[in-house]
Protein backbone atom coordinates (compact mmCIF):
# COMPACT_ATOMS: atom_id res chain seq x y z
CA UNK A 1 0.00 0.00 0.00
CA UNK A 2 1.73 3.00 -1.11
CA UNK A 3 1.62 5.82 1.50
CA UNK A 4 2.60 9.61 1.58
CA UNK A 5 2.92 11.18 5.03
CA UNK A 6 3.73 14.82 5.53
CA UNK A 7 5.40 16.49 8.29
CA UNK A 8 6.62 19.75 9.65
CA UNK A 9 3.50 21.71 9.25
CA UNK A 10 2.48 24.74 12.36
CA UNK A 11 2.02 27.91 12.91
CA UNK A 12 4.76 30.65 11.59
CA UNK A 13 5.19 34.48 11.83
CA UNK A 14 4.65 36.49 8.63
CA UNK A 15 8.39 36.68 7.40
CA UNK A 16 9.66 33.34 8.59
CA UNK A 17 10.60 30.10 7.58
CA UNK A 18 9.07 26.22 7.58
CA UNK A 19 10.42 23.53 6.14
CA UNK A 20 8.18 20.55 4.90
CA UNK A 21 9.17 17.20 4.42
CA UNK A 22 7.41 13.72 3.07
CA UNK A 23 8.15 10.12 3.32
CA UNK A 24 7.34 7.91 0.84
CA UNK A 25 7.04 4.01 1.37
CA UNK A 26 5.04 1.19 -0.72
CA UNK A 27 6.18 2.51 -3.85
CA UNK A 28 9.82 2.89 -5.97
CA UNK A 29 10.12 5.84 -5.32
CA UNK A 30 12.80 7.12 -8.13
CA UNK A 31 10.41 6.51 -10.65
CA UNK A 32 8.10 9.22 -9.72
CA UNK A 33 8.39 12.85 -10.00
CA UNK A 34 6.61 14.70 -6.61
CA UNK A 35 4.94 17.59 -6.09
CA UNK A 36 3.78 19.64 -3.34
CA UNK A 37 -0.04 21.94 -3.55
CA UNK A 38 -1.90 23.29 -1.33
CA UNK A 39 -5.59 23.88 -0.50
CA UNK A 40 -6.73 26.96 1.68
CA UNK A 41 -10.74 26.66 2.84
CA UNK A 42 -13.43 27.28 -0.09
CA UNK A 43 -10.45 27.46 -2.31
CA UNK A 44 -9.41 24.91 -5.00
CA UNK A 45 -5.88 22.55 -4.56
CA UNK A 46 -3.04 24.58 -6.26
CA UNK A 47 0.31 23.65 -7.58
CA UNK A 48 2.95 25.05 -5.44
CA UNK A 49 6.41 22.67 -6.91
CA UNK A 50 7.91 19.69 -8.27
CA UNK A 51 10.73 17.91 -8.90
CA UNK A 52 11.63 15.00 -11.76
CA UNK A 53 12.57 12.23 -10.42
CA UNK A 54 16.35 13.02 -10.44
CA UNK A 55 16.05 16.28 -9.63
CA UNK A 56 17.31 17.63 -12.54
CA UNK A 57 14.21 19.68 -13.59
CA UNK A 58 12.13 21.67 -10.98
CA UNK A 59 9.25 23.67 -11.24
CA UNK A 60 7.41 26.65 -9.07
CA UNK A 61 4.33 28.69 -9.16
CA UNK A 62 4.77 31.96 -9.75
CA UNK A 63 3.58 32.87 -5.90
CA UNK A 64 6.12 31.31 -4.60
CA UNK A 65 9.43 31.24 -6.71
CA UNK A 66 12.89 32.37 -5.18
CA UNK A 67 10.80 31.91 -1.35
CA UNK A 68 10.32 28.04 -1.99
CA UNK A 69 12.96 25.63 -2.69
CA UNK A 70 12.14 21.67 -3.48
CA UNK A 71 14.38 19.41 -3.27
CA UNK A 72 14.64 14.88 -2.86
CA UNK A 73 16.61 12.40 -1.84
CA UNK A 74 15.80 8.90 -3.18
CA UNK A 75 18.13 7.15 -0.78
CA UNK A 76 15.84 8.37 2.09
CA UNK A 77 12.79 7.90 0.30
CA UNK A 78 11.98 11.76 1.34
CA UNK A 79 11.04 15.41 -0.73
CA UNK A 80 10.76 18.10 1.42
CA UNK A 81 9.50 21.66 0.56
CA UNK A 82 11.50 24.51 2.49
CA UNK A 83 9.65 27.37 2.88
CA UNK A 84 10.82 30.97 3.64
CA UNK A 85 9.67 34.68 3.88
CA UNK A 86 6.30 33.11 4.67
CA UNK A 87 2.98 35.49 3.87
CA UNK A 88 -0.43 35.08 5.04
CA UNK A 89 -1.27 33.76 1.89
CA UNK A 90 0.79 31.28 1.90
CA UNK A 91 -1.64 29.38 4.72
CA UNK A 92 -3.15 26.27 3.55
CA UNK A 93 -3.27 22.63 3.89
CA UNK A 94 -0.21 21.31 2.00
CA UNK A 95 -0.36 18.05 0.40
CA UNK A 96 2.64 15.96 -1.19
CA UNK A 97 2.08 13.60 -4.35
CA UNK A 98 3.27 11.40 -6.84
CA UNK A 99 2.91 11.01 -10.47
CA UNK A 100 4.94 8.27 -12.50
CA UNK A 101 7.93 9.45 -14.58
CA UNK A 102 6.96 8.58 -17.81
CA UNK A 103 4.25 11.54 -17.50
CA UNK A 104 7.50 13.71 -18.28
CA UNK A 105 5.93 15.52 -21.24
CA UNK A 106 2.67 16.68 -19.19
CA UNK A 107 3.09 19.61 -16.95
CA UNK A 108 3.62 19.30 -13.44
CA UNK A 109 1.02 22.02 -12.67
CA UNK A 110 -1.56 20.11 -13.03
CA UNK A 111 -3.16 17.83 -10.37
CA UNK A 112 -4.20 15.38 -12.82
CA UNK A 113 -1.82 12.25 -13.15
CA UNK A 114 -0.92 12.63 -9.70
CA UNK A 115 -1.79 8.81 -8.38
CA UNK A 116 -1.11 9.48 -4.47
CA UNK A 117 -1.85 11.80 -2.51
CA UNK A 118 -0.66 12.52 1.26
CA UNK A 119 -3.26 13.39 4.26
CA UNK A 120 -1.70 17.01 4.19
CA UNK A 121 -0.12 19.14 6.67
CA UNK A 122 -1.63 22.73 7.93
CA UNK A 123 0.85 25.85 7.79
CA UNK A 124 -0.61 28.36 9.12
CA UNK A 125 1.09 32.34 8.92
CA UNK A 126 0.25 35.12 10.92
CA UNK A 127 0.08 38.27 10.30
Known amino acids: QVQLVESGGGLVQSGGSLSLSCAAS????????MGWFRQAPGKERTFVAA????????DYADSVQDRFTIARDNAKNTVDLRMNSLKSEDTAVYYC????????????????????WGQGTQVSVSS
Open 51 to 58: ISWNGDIR
Open 97 to 116: AAREAAYSGISYRSRTNYAY
Open 26 to 33: GLTFSRYA
